[in-house]
């Protein structure tokens, strides 16, 4: 998705931006899995946040497709 956002040339802050927190998000998961073998914060504030930057990512590309669509007539 962050490939796409690229392609599209969507302003490369929002590139930084999904991107960090996917990346925050991937750690947190692998510390918490690496901490305990049941539940735990890191891996549940790791999935929030990748499953948020994944949903993020998907809605600004459909805002950008569409309103481009529409734009364009």
């Known amino acids: 998705l962050i490939g796409l956002m690229e392609m599209i040339q969507l302003p490369a802050f929002w590139l930084y931006v999904f991107g ?9 998961h692998a510390w918490g899995l690496g901490r305990t ?3 735990s914060l890191g891996r549940f ?14 809605l600004v590309l459909l ?4 309103a481009r669509l529409v734009l364009t007539g």
């Open 63 to 66: 805002y950008w497709t569409l």
């Open 37 to 39: 073998q049941g539940v």
């Open 45 to 58: 504030w790791g999935t929030v946040l990748t499953w948020t930057c994944l949903l993020g990512a998907a």
């Open 20 to 28: 960090l927190v996917l990346f925050l998000g991937r750690i947190l």
